[in-house]
């Protein structure tokens, strides 16, 4: 029978919000509850759809999770991070170069910033199916807890939003939802991401930047909104805004998969982590994300639905691999390659300043500071 009582973890206490005005993206807020009947849906197909195209990120609240819920998976999300001695850390390395894959630890300090400087972040990243890999031990407890949310993200949040973005593009509603089996061969994992304040001389010599700007590579990252802010978005202007933080909401962003199969319809929005405000330099910045991916054997072309799309159709799709759409990636060549290079790879100077890029696959990918 299972247990009735969870273990009991270290609570988390999560800094105060800033009280810096910092310039913030107005970004939608999905109610998410209303995706429960038919009336609902069409409303926030709607709203999805135009946010996802015009800004690439927007907010759910609603999505099933209490306050409460929300806390004790910030409270297990520290665990890999407080409660693991460095040594056993490293047991549990994730081999990113070699496999192409973030299952495990990325420990600080693996990915090169910018003149020398490198991060200081940690991240500890489990697959929906936990018991793919051994966890450390203090974390192994809180598995099945791991487990549910894993799935509460995937059917009541990443699911749900895949049949408005299908309506979006005039697809039968689970035409990307059949692409994201919770049971089929792929990586969508939940990933407990935590970032330590630097020292005066990294800051000047990486611009205050932590994170370079990317896009992410799957299709949909699912971030658990939290309050040190240091999140922002390249805005359709050209100007960096700040994501602020919403109790217990999420944030949805579109990465580079949902792209190439929308035919551009829907963009992977460039998106960086900077130093946060004065009011929060001393804090550490704990993340909670689902990255969703779409099945690995699935390719990652625009000709899967252009023909039956109608809104395609009229639009037309736009291709970011100069390569004849047969040899676009598959989900799993995508995400290996782009994994492996991430952090370590020579990037090339551009002309515009602050851009860099390398090929991955035949296609440009950029990384902004
Ligand atoms: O920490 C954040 O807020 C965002 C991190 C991120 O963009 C990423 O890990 O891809
Ligand atoms: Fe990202």
Known sequence: MPSLTVPSAPRYISPAPTQEKLDYA???VIDLSKAHDAQGRAELAVQVTEAMKMQ?????????????????????????????????????????????SFQGYKPRQY??????????????????????????????PF????????????????HPILRLLARGLELHEDALVDLHGFDSVGETY????????????????????????????????????????ALQILARDGKWRWIRHVENALVINAGDALEFISGGYYKATVHRVVQPP???????????????????????????????SAVLQRVGVVRRSADADADAPSMEQWRRARTSAYGQ??????AESKVEEEVINGVVVRHYS
């Open 278 to 308: 004065a009011d929060q330099h001393t804090h550490t910045r704990l993340g909670l994300f689902y990255f969703c991916m779409t099945d690995d054997a699935v390719q990652l072309s625009p000709d899967l639905f252009a023909g039956e």
């Open 56 to 100: 690439g990120f927007f907010y759910v609240i609603n999505h099933g999770y209490t306050s409460a819920q929300t806390e004790r998976m910030f409270d297990i999300a520290d665990i890999p991070f407080s409660g693991v001695s460095d040594e056993e850390k490293s047991l549990y390395r994730g081999k990113m170069k070699e496999t192409g």
């Open 143 to 158: 598995l099945p807890e791991i487990e549910a949310f894993a799935r509460h993200t995937h059917f009541n949040v990443l």
């Open 26 to 28: 107005d970004l939608a």
């Open 190 to 229: 939940v990933r407990f991401m935590k970032y330590y304040p630097r020292s005066e001389a990294e800051e000047l010599k990486t611009n205050n930047v932590w994170l370079k700007g990317h896009t992410d590579m799957g299709s949909i990252t699912v971030l658990y909104s939290q309050p040190v802010a």
């Open 345 to 350: 790879s020579e990037l090339k100077k551009t």
């Open 111 to 140: 990915w090169h910033i910018d003149n020398g400087v490198h991060d200081q972040l940690e991240h500890y990243s489990i697959n929906r199916d936990v018991t793919k890999r051994q966890h450390p031990e203090a974390v192994r």
